[in-house]
């Protein structure tokens, strides 16, 4: 009875779900590549995608908030679902909205889904010459070289955080980031001068597309993370010095992109194109209903985002959206790469394309996700591009949360351990992050905490990290897992964890203020905090003079040794190995340095997470030791025989 229950049920779903596909059929694909708005002086031509649409109108406006419409442009049927209105005459400067009419009743005003420009809080589009928003020297900006991708040092910022702390003029906006000279109390460089200083290859800016959850017309806006987007193509009005003007923030991020690329800095977009804010009045729903989400069999909007709603990447106009956005972002802004939040929910085909058509324009561009969901999903988990199923993605990586949480513990329990912490049985999830997600001899996947098989192809594919904006900062773990630790031992943890990231066949990613122990007091997901727990306190760069110096060197040391980041699964699997040791908090890994620019013939790197001295058996031949016990050796000095490791630390031996 219950198996005939069960294939019931799974008619029912099929027939709900068919029904549903059906119902999307009326929504006839559009191939243009002129969605939106295209300006000239002599006329503003504007193309709309409203397949079910019985009128759709312009409304013009000469401010971006507030006031009566100054013109009423009705557009007429072009073709495939769209609709053309051209207005003659030059109507730079004005803002817009577009309204579809549906079975007799008028949609909400909103800026159409490809607006490039809005005026404060995203309510109105703004017709603008983008050329006109460029820096001097825009056309001559370049991204500054990149050995290869594995060679890449990820440092994930939040805008705001990063100088609201500071004396900079422009404290927590985009031209924040571009002062130089911002020090702390001790004279010690702070934003743009640090992370330079610092040494990573590319920032990570969490999102800074136009979000809907701070206002932008309050001069002391309130905080946010950004993900609740509101418009996908244009930029966040907070981080500018005057949101009321649509310009001015493109300008402004236009300047602190070519301010990174000045300093030899990469810069990354964080993007969520997997919900919006509020899918109810998103511009897409109002002008496509129902197209832009996926529904349940029910009718009622899915939501693995557990934000209220999913994005079907899978559906052609939706695909060919957000393909065409992430291209105008590489195009227009010189964006280096992209990390996708929940890219779980993304279907593997549309991340697929999404790389190829990148790669054509931008080789060496950094594509990476979260390789999981928020809730479950309609589409079937072999099409999500998940963690799981990276091994098919196209040069595209995912974060490690077997990593993640083998080195300090599961997120999800504030008290959980991991290796650099103290809890035994997590030396395999640990091997398994240093050799970058693949598969490897030497690594039993039986005893990795979340995966059963390995998933990357090749190492470039593995995020390796001990920390990011989500949860509570590595430091803030220490303190509720390690409680009566001493702080020198916890200190020692710390940057035992952050050795093991940086030396992952992984790209390495970094919390900003990781440098210093940052700390969020104990909140963990503050994503609408106040600055006093957000801000990067400078002070503690001061405080944490050491741990500084430390990952600074460490960074540097990184960069130095191709043998570091191989960059494919054959060269780690034939040139990395692990010595046999009884003690499971106890890590040897061996790199041989058979590859192209490393100076050295063999690497070996030991880890010791007890809180006793151990002495390891080097392998035969004189070695030289770099670094032991954080302390960075100028002299090289010589040994044979044994190793000694003081307690939770980290050492560094190799041969010419």
Request: hydrophobic content about 40%.
């Amino acid at each position: 009875m219950k198996f005939f229950l069960q294939c019931a049920l799974f008619i029912l779903f099929t027939l709900k779900m068919t029904a549903q596909q059906k119902s999307l059929d009326k929504y006839v694909a559009y191939h243009g590549t002129d969605l939106g708005l295209t300006y000239s002086k002599e006329k503003s031509t504007f193309v709309i995608w409203a397949p079910t649409a019985d009128l759709v109108k312009i409304r013009l406006y000469g401010s971006s908030l507030g006031g009566a419409p100054t013109e009423e442009i009705k557009l007429f049927p072009n073709g495939n679902g769209t609709w053309k209105a051209e207005i003659p005459g030059d109507h730079l400067n004005k803002y817009y909205t577009v309204q579809a009419n549906m079975a007799g009743k008028w949609t909400k005003e909103v800026p159409d889904p490809y607006a490039k420009a809005v005026g404060a809080n995203g309510a109105r589009g703004m017709i603008i010459d983008l050329s006109l928003t460029n820096p001097p020297g825009w056309e001559k900006d370049k991204s500054p070289d990149l050995k290869s991708v594995s060679s890449s040092i990820i440092y994930e910022l939040h805008v705001r955080d990063a100088t609201v702390a500071t004396n900079a003029r422009f404290r927590g906006k985009f031209l924040g980031l571009c002062e130089k000279g911002l020090k702390n109390s001790k004279g010690q460089s702070a934003g743009l001068d640090h992370i330079k200083e610092l040494g990573v290859t590319h920032v990570h800016l969490l999102p800074v597309f136009d979000f809907a959850s701070v206002d932008e017309t309050y001069n002391r806006a309130g905080y946010n993370w950004g993900y609740d987007p509101q418009n996908y193509n244009c930029v966040e009005g907070s981080y500018s010095s005057n949101p009321l003007d649509g310009n001015n923030r493109i300008r402004e991020f236009k300047t602190m992109v070519k301010t990174f690329h000045e300093n030899g800095i990469r810069v990354v977009m964080d993007v969520a194109y997997n919900h919006v804010y509020n899918a109810a009045d998103f511009s897409f729903q109002q002008l496509a209903p129902n197209y832009f989400f996926r529904q349940m069999p029910n009718g009622k909007l899915s939501n693995a985002s557990a934000c209220g709603n999913e994005v079907a990447s899978e559906r052609e106009m939706v695909r060919k959206y957000i393909l065409e956005s992430l291209l105008y972002w590489t195009t227009e802004y010189h964006v280096d790469g992209f990390r996708f939040d929940l890219m779980g929910i993304h279907d593997i085909e549309t991340m697929n394309v999404i790389s190829a058509a990148l790669r054509k324009i931008k080789p060496d561009i950094l594509l990476y996700g979260e390789g999981w969901t928020a809730g479950d999903s309609p589409l079937p988990a072999a099409q999500r591009a998940l963690k799981s199923e990276a091994s098919k993605l196209d040069n595209i990586a995912v974060f490690s949360d077997d990593f993640r949480d083998g080195i300090k513990g599961s997120v999800f329990e504030a008290a959980d351990k991991g290796f650099a912490n103290g809890k035994a049985g997590e030396a395999e999830s640990v091997k398994f992050g240093l050799v970058g997600g693949i598969e490897h001899p030497q690594v039993n996947m039986d005893k990795v905490k979340y995966s059963e098989k390995a998933y990357c192809k090749n190492p470039v594919q593995m995020i390796a990290y001990a920390e990011c904006h989500d949860n509570h900062t590595l430091w803030d773990r220490l303190q509720n897992s390690v409680p009566d630790a001493t702080e020198a031992e916890k200190i020692k943890m710390f940057l035992l964890a952050q050795t093991l990231v940086m030396t992952s066949q992984g790209i390495p990613f970094v919390h900003a203020g990781a440098e210093f122990c940052r700390t969020k007091y104990g909140v963990d997901n503050s994503f609408e905090s106040p600055d006093d727990i957000n801000k990067m306190d400078w002070e503690r760069k001061a405080e944490f003079k050491m741990v500084f110096s430390y990952m600074k060197q460490l960074i540097a040391f990184r960069k130095a040794h191709p043998a570091l980041h191989l960059g494919t699964a054959a060269k780690v699997k034939k040139q990395c190995s692990f010595m046999p040791l009884d003690d499971d908090q106890c890590i040897a890994f061996i790199i041989n340095g058979k590859t192209t620019g490393e100076p050295w013939k063999k690497i070996l790197i030991l880890f010791n997470a007890s809180k006793e001295t151990k002495n390891i058996a080097l392998p035969d031949g004189k070695w030289q030791n770099i670094m032991n016990d954080y302390i960075w050796e100028s002299k090289y000095p010589s040994t044979k025989g044994n190793a000694e490791l003081k307690p939770l630390s980290a050492a560094i031996y190799f041969q010419k």
